[in-house]
């Protein structure tokens, strides 16, 4: 995928942009946001009660089977309703979304996303905490609760410094790590470029363990490309300036790359109403929104 050479800079009071996201936050949630957000993310409870016998009806899933097993009928996991919910936002911090041919990178967009994310949390009462993911490594914030506490670690993670255009490795997600850091089946949200890949080791764990869901960001080029004839761009994947011609064969090629991340995409997130993609036009509250809207209870 080409990209431009600019590498984008967040502005620098991290706080500042925080307090006019979060009146914007304020503001859906009080509207039409609250009641989606929490169906998204709460759901049925999540804390195990005890064990009842299963009657018909019950939904399958919360059988024990070792406790059936051993008593000769079906006997089932009972819960209760949590009074919070724990979202654990997982930055992939890549070259590629350094990506942006118009005024914002892609990056700066899923930052935002971000943002107003645990800025939700933070108005629902919930606990919240982030992984940064780089190529050279990943930092921890724990989840927290509170407005304070919530906004502090948001602001760590609009400041954290974005990697190299140069280094080309995959960022390194702790997914094994990820059980230390938040409670089984609390909300895990991954936040990337989702660049073509082999399901990471350690996916099929989280998936089982937590609820998971996916955040991406487009660009505009990255759907279509530019009909602009010849030009060049700077690859910051590849490290390196390219030329495009506007050939039928990169068009082919742009078509195939697209397909392909889609196939990574979906297999990473089976399900239409776990996943949102972002164009970098459009409005990230505005997306949330629909995300939320669509989500099933």
Not at 64 to 79: C, Q
Not at 243 to 254: F, Q, V
Request: aromatic share 10%.
């Amino acid at each position: 995928m080409a990209a431009m050479g600019t590498t984008p800079v967040l502005p620098t009071a991290p706080l500042a942009l925080l307090r006019r996201l979060e009146w914007r936050v304020r503001g859906a949630v009080e509207s039409v946001l609250g009641g989606e957000y929490r169906s998204a993310f709460r759901g049925r409870g999540m804390e195990f009660d005890q064990v009842v016998k299963y009657e018909f009806g019950d939904d399958v899933r919360d059988i024990d089977w070792n406790v059936t097993a051993r008593l000769g009928e079906p006997y089932r996991k009972k819960f209760v309703e949590e009074r919070e919910v724990t979202v654990l936002v997982v930055f992939e911090d890549t070259p590629s979304l350094q990506f942006g041919s118009g005024a914002q990178s892609k990056r700066e967009a899923l930052l935002e996303l971000a943002g107003l994310l645990m800025l939700l949390g933070a108005v629902n009462r919930d606990r919240v905490g982030f992984v940064h993911a780089t190529p050279q490594g990943y930092s921890v914030c724990p989840p927290v609760r509170g407005r304070g506490a919530i906004h502090h670690a948001a602001a760590q993670l609009f400041g954290a410094i974005p990697p190299p255009l140069t280094d080309v490795v995959r960022a390194e997600i702790p997914w094994k790590q990820l059980r230390r850091i938040a409670p089984r089946h609390g909300i895990v949200v991954w936040l990337g470029d989702f660049a073509p890949q082999p399901v990471p080791e350690g996916w099929l764990v989280t998936q089982r363990r937590f609820q998971t869901r996916g955040f991406r960001v487009d660009d505009p080029w990255e759907r279509e490309l530019p009909d602009a004839g010849k030009f060049a761009a700077y690859d910051p994947v590849s490290g390196r300036l390219v030329t495009l011609e506007n050939s039928s064969a990169e068009r082919e090629a742009h078509a195939a790359w697209r397909r392909e991340r889609e196939n990574t995409w979906k297999a990473l997130f089976p399900s239409s109403t776990s996943r949102l993609v972002v164009d970098t036009r459009e409005s990230r509250l505005d997306a949330l929104m629909r995300f939320f809207r669509a989500t099933p209870v």
